[in-house]
């Protein structure tokens, strides 16, 4: 076949990375008939090292860091990332060339007994992998013992399944593409649980000067989830946080006005700060910015000093 018309995506390995990436091969392949995209399946450390928590881990690349190698080396023309996996620096010579449209950013409960943080019975176990989910835990729930947990998607329901915990939240979006919407029992407003900069979006990314890539992937761009993902990703590099530190942000969208919600808080909630903000859709970094430079001057700035060192 014609090799422009040849394409080679990198991903993990895990169910709900595969599903993400065969989910960007349809759509580029609908969009762009005659193109062919091959899938190239990349182990990473994070898939490698399953026993310590991610925070233990300390590597803001866990998830992608193999990946971004092959594609900056040329084996790959495109990598498909969980946009909240990636730093918020790429490598030299790498960017993020298409956003397509987000799914959602929730968060989901997954109980035998209630379908809100709030049901839950007295000294609730709740099971997370997330610094970010278990400081707002602690908000709403200051009697419960968070339990970690690592895996992708269907570990970790095993591993509640065979368990007495009372709860385990994990993200809407990957619980809906693994096809087990069933097994959510309520999903988190923002109220009780912001989410992740970037969660249940998905990152294209391909060499900066890879003009025949960038053509191609933009085509199932969407503008929306663009301008709401790069405010909530210009929030998370103002305040610098990687893993150590529990950071949320989340963009609303109503026509041309962007509300974006934003937090930082101590790994036991007990220090947390929180601000809203509305403004234009016209410079959605410097939305985030700003809020985060609030946040900053409002207590965040002490939260970011003690995690840090």
Known sequence: MNKNLLFK?????????????ERVQALLQETNPGVVIEIEIIQTTGDKILDKPLVQIGDKGLFTKEIEIALVDGAIDLAVHSFKDLPTQLP????????????SPFDALISRQSSSLSGLPANPVIATGSLRRKAQIMVARPDAEVVDIRG?????LQKFHDSDWDALIMAEAGMR???????????LSIDEMLPAPAQGALAIETRIDDQRTIALVESINDSDTSVGVEAERAFLAELEGGCQVPIAAYSIIDGEIMTLHGLISSLDGKNLVRRTTEASLSNPALTGCSLAQAIKTNGGQ????????
Request: aromatic residues 4%.
């Open 9 to 21: 995506l990198g991903t993990r390995g895990s169910p709900l990375a595969m599903w993400q990436a």
């Open 92 to 103: 030299e010579g790498l960017i993020i060339s298409s956003i397509p449209e987000r799914d």
């Open 152 to 156: 992708n998607v269907n570990t970790r």
């Open 177 to 187: 593409r693994m096809g087990w919407v069933d097994k959510i029992s309520g999903v």
């Open 302 to 309: 002490e939260i970011i000093d003690i995690l840090s060192h």
